[in-house]
Structures are given as C-alpha cells and as structure tokens.
C-alpha cells in the first residue's frame, strides 16, 4: 500500500530562516506528487506539484520541491521564510487511480 | 477564482443519528471526492465519484457511507446510523478530468461531531 511521511510534525522557525520539510513516501511505480498547504481558517490550497519532467518543481509563494526518485523523496523548500508562512503543510502521493495518500502533516510557526 | 464549497461548517449529531453532509464541487468539475480528517490523524480518502458512480472507495467507506449527486450542483455525503468515531473533519474535493496528476481542489470542510 502506498503511504507517506512527513518528518517533522512541528516546525518553528524565525522569519528569513530557511524551511526544509522532509517527505518520503512508499510505492515503487509511476507517481504524482503534491504538497497542499492550509493556512488557519482556510481550505487545503495546491502548494506545487510534480508529475513528469523537471524533478526541480517551483509553486506559488516561492516554494520548490525536488523528486528524488532513488531516495522516495520530495521535500518542501523555501530560502525565506515569512510569518505569513504560517501555516499546516502536506505531502500526498498519487499512484494508482485518483486517490490522494497524505502523509500526517507538518504544522509550521513562523515567529516574527 | 471558483472554489469548492461545503455546508455546515459544523454538524453535531447524537450517536445513531443520520447526517448528510454537502458539497457543491467547481461548476466544470467532473470528478469528486471525499476525504476525512479524525483529529490529530492523516486525511484519509473516503470515496471517488465519476457520472454518478463511486469509482474507487477505501475500506473506510463501508455500508454505513453513502454518496450522491442529487442534482447538477451538489454533491453530499450521507452517514445512515453515526458513530463516536465517525467524529472527524470532512472535506470534499473535485478536479476536472480525474487523471492521476491532476489537482484536486478542496472545499473548507465540516466538522462533525458525534455525541
């Protein structure tokens, strides 16, 4: 079965710091990658996501991602963090047919 | 920008009650999905609709769960005889064509609790 992991599930950073969140996920075939961000008070919102091409992903508020295939991995960067930044981030993985898998979510508390 | 919408924003419910929980997915939009969220666990995928039948749905989502389209716009989710367990975030969800890759949009969800 597919799953996937997040590796910290609190974060907390002060503004202009870098932010790495880890995510590993399970499955040996073709998959798609999201990171879905939900902000306090608002639905999940489409960070990035990876299907095919460049492993390097860019999305909005100046995040990226990068699939590393050989290490099952896509995790979350941003060189700068803002307090606006603040906010619950999750990976999911999309393998086989529509379903989303999501691994537990990482909180993240940006102080100013 | 279109977005998902769900209502209530909160049901509380007695044990054993039925509950219906609605959708009204992006007007374009095909495909629909629920997920849930039990507190302080991973969201869970629930169910996938496609022209008016479930196309996939998770061991969760057994005899006690049902989906509907009961008209061009909405999209519910209906628990016949609720559990305290069943107590969780709700959140529907939709995407245009339903390839693997394509983004699933996500409504505010519903918070239900079951007393």
């Known amino acids: 079965a597919q799953s996937v992991s997040q590796h910290n599930h609190h974060v907390i950073l002060s503004e202009a710091?870098?932010?790495e969140l880890g995510c590993n996920y399970s499955y040996g075939g073709t998959v798609n990658l999201f990171w879905y961000v939900q902000y306090p008070g608002q639905h999940l919102q489409l960070l990035l996501k990876y299907f095919s091409g460049d492993p390097l992903v860019?999305?909005?508020k100046g995040f990226e991602a990068e699939f590393i295939k050989s290490k099952f991995s896509f995790n979350l960067r941003k060189p700068s963090v803002q307090w606006s930044?603040?906010?619950e981030y999750f990976c999911a993985v999309n393998a086989r047919?529509?379903?989303l898998v999501f691994g537990a979510g990482t909180i993240l508390r940006v102080k100013s | 920008e279109p977005e998902v919408t769900q209502t209530p924003s909160h049901?509380?419910?007695q044990m054993g009650q039925e509950v219906i929980l609605r959708c009204v997915p992006i007007s374009n939009h095909l495909y629909f999905y629920w997920y849930r969220q039990i507190l302080g666990q991973k969201v869970e995928f629930l169910v996938s609709f496609y022209n008016n039948e479930i196309s996939?749905?998770?061991e969760i989502f057994d005899d006690q769960f049902s989906v509907e389209r009961p008209d061009g716009s909405n999209f519910t989710l209906k628990?016949?005889?609720t559990k305290l367990e069943d107590s969780a975030m709700y959140f529907c969800a939709s995407n245009p064509g339903g390839r693997a890759g394509d983004t699933q949009y996500f409504g505010p969800g519903t918070r239900l609790t079951v007393l």
Do not use: F, P, Y
Request: cysteine-free.
């Open chain 1, 97 to 99: 047919g529509n379903k």
């Open chain 1, 58 to 60: 860019k999305g909005i």
């Open chain 1, 85 to 87: 930044d603040t906010a």
């Open chain 2, 79 to 81: 628990i016949r005889s």
């Open chain 2, 11 to 13: 049901q509380v419910t």
């Open chain 1, 17 to 19: 710091a870098s932010l």
């Open chain 2, 56 to 58: 996939e749905k998770s």
